[in-house]
């Protein structure tokens, strides 16, 4: 199976999201599965048997009913079935720890949530050529804190932190490199295989580029995500590549 996580952040009002909603209901079915990752607000809206729902958090205090969280069972009820976790932003910006995220990986999974873990670098740690240690570091505290039975339904979102939303150069080989990093550390520290998609600076221009890289289960996009049309090319690009 392939991917293109498509995450919306906090973009879009209602209206908006209601011309979004319907230009994708006309999209063509793929062997591509759509994931879309839009605000919590939405999700009911976005219901639909193409596209499949992904939250972009979940509350830790699921038994507190909290003001202003989002519980487990509530983001069931809307027939969620991805949950984001681990992203850059949340991290710099909500200062969530490996703890928190450990934490919501395994209630996440504990209730049948499948995950799309976010790992990368930052520039200063590629800068100095340590990217290797922090990504080697990021998964092992997930997973060395997960059955390895429950592998199958995590998927490893890779994200360079300097290309999130920033059109930098980047370098293609070394993303091929990064991607069998991941892939091989995994199955030779746990013997089993993940699934591992890319994000940062993707867009219509380069999207061919990426197509060559075998390693790629998939994509998650956020800016291109934003103008539906994007989407319906990408999937297009994605389902050239694989026939």
Do not use: W
């Amino acid at each position: 199976m392939k991917y293109l996580i498509c995450n919306l952040k906090a973009h879009k009002t209602y209206y908006e999201m209601l011309l979004y909603k319907d230009y994708l209901l006309n999209i063509p079915s793929s062997n591509i599965e759509l994931i879309l990752a839009p605000s919590n607000i939405y999700l009911d809206l976005l219901k639909d048997n193409q596209i499949s729902l992904c939250t972009q958090d979940l509350s830790l205090n699921d038994d507190l009913s909290l003001t202003g969280d989002i519980t487990i069972k509530q983001l069931k009820s809307l027939n969620v079935k991805y949950a984001l976790i681990g992203h850059f932003e949340r991290r710099k910006y909500y200062e969530e720890n490996i703890d928190d995220i450990i934490a919501k990986i395994n209630l996440a999974l504990t209730n049948n949530l499948k995950v799309i873990y976010c790992i990368g670098e930052t520039l200063e740690e590629l800068n100095r050529k340590i990217e290797y240690q922090i990504l080697e570091k990021q998964i092992a505290k997930v997973l060395n804190n997960i059955p390895t039975s429950e592998f199958k339904n995590i998927i490893i979102a890779y994200e360079p932190t300097y290309l999130i939303g920033i059109n930098n150069p980047y370098d293609i080989n070394k993303i091929k490199e990064t991607i069998s990093f991941i892939k091989n550390l995994v199955f030779n520290y746990y013997h089993e295989n993940i699934e591992v998609v890319y994000g940062g600076n993707l867009n219509l221009d380069n999207i061919k580029d990426f197509n060559h890289l075998t390693e790629l289960d998939g994509y998650i996009i956020g800016n291109a995500a934003l103008n539906p049309a994007n989407v319906t090319k990408i999937l297009e690009n994605m389902t050239n590549r694989n026939e």
